[in-house]
């Protein structure tokens, strides 16, 4: 059976979302969305999981070099628990250091079109890496 599973990208302005699947171990969809209240941003995510029959959610952690965690990674399981009381979804943490250069090099090589995209290709290659890692 196929588990479709939602990256993101977790800023404190701007969040990007991949998709991808169990089967392909791919993800081919992804964008980024901006929020001024984390409401909006649960709304979304809550719209997307719905709509793609999401059962898994991955996190980009920004862990520090030492691999302990940061504000932000605090902040990030916060928003994160509260999550699983409004939707019935498995929740994972993947380390996503280092996919800003990937997103450079990407764009340098013409690969990625749009800087717009950044939040968005950061959570398709955090979410590819946990699936190539944890699947």
Not at 29 to 47: G, T, W
Request: hydrophobic residues 35%; positive net charge.
């Amino acid at each position: 059976m196929t588990t479709n599973l939602l990256g993101i990208d977790y800023g404190t302005k701007h969040v990007g979302f991949a998709l991808g699947n169990t089967l392909t171990k791919s993800s081919e969809n992804f964008f980024s969305f901006s929020y001024s209240k984390k409401n909006q941003l649960e709304r979304k995510i809550l719209e997307i999981c719905k709509e793609w029959e999401i059962s898994q959610i991955v996190f980009g952690m920004p862990f520090n070099p030492d691999g302990s965690k940061n504000d932000m990674c605090r902040q990030i399981e916060k928003f994160s628990k509260k999550l699983l009381f409004k939707v019935d979804v498995k929740i994972f943490y993947h380390d996503e250091n280092y996919t800003s250069t990937d997103f450079k090099i990407e764009t340098k090589n013409k690969n990625v079109k749009s800087f717009n995209n950044s939040h968005g290709y950061a959570a398709k290659l955090t979410l590819e890496s946990f699936m190539r890692e944890q699947l």
